[in-house]
């Protein structure tokens, strides 16, 4: 689903929006059934998935259903693969983690080389923010609730 922001965004620039929402009971199989659609419609050119999804619904199978040249959340293996090498471009970097980049760039902050703490790992935001600082060559340190905080650190 998309949140009404994403309407006003959408209707903005111009651009045609389709919102598909299933009840929280529905079953993985009709999400999948839905993607499916959606990856076949040529009109279609960009899929988000809203997360996180319901405790019994696979997100990672749901996620991954999504062809990479349509996952404009940026989190289909192969973007984020391409995210973490080198040389390599995604086809699109999640949202939430370009606008980190995006703040530390409009408040001056100088990134290339600097350090920086990511706090939380998840595929939202922790992981593709690690992923795209290291792009800009920092040193990257991760924290989540499995770390043991050392004195010092």
């Not at 996952?71 to 939430?96: Q, S, T, W, Y």
């Amino acid at each position: 689903m998309v949140l009404p922001f994403g309407y006003r965004a959408c209707e903005q620039v111009g651009t045609a929006s389709i919102v598909t929402e299933l009840p929280e009971e529905c079953t993985e199989s009709e999400v999948l059934d839905v993607v499916s659609m959606l990856n076949h419609n040529e009109s279609v050119h960009g899929i988000l998935v809203q997360l996180p999804l319901p405790n019994h619904l696979c997100e990672e199978k749901i996620l991954n259903a999504v062809k990479v040249e349509k996952d404009v959340d940026g989190f289909h293996p192969v973007n984020m693969g391409n995210l973490a090498m080198r040389g390599r471009e995604p086809l699109f970097i999640p949202c939430a983690s370009l606008g980190c980049i995006e703040v530390l760039n409009r408040c001056s902050v100088e990134i290339l080389g600097n350090k920086a703490v990511v706090i939380g790992r998840s595929m939202i935001t922790g992981l593709p923010t690690s992923l795209l600082l290291h792009v800009f060559n920092l040193f990257v340190s991760k924290l989540s609730c499995f770390n043991v905080i050392i004195d010092g650190f």
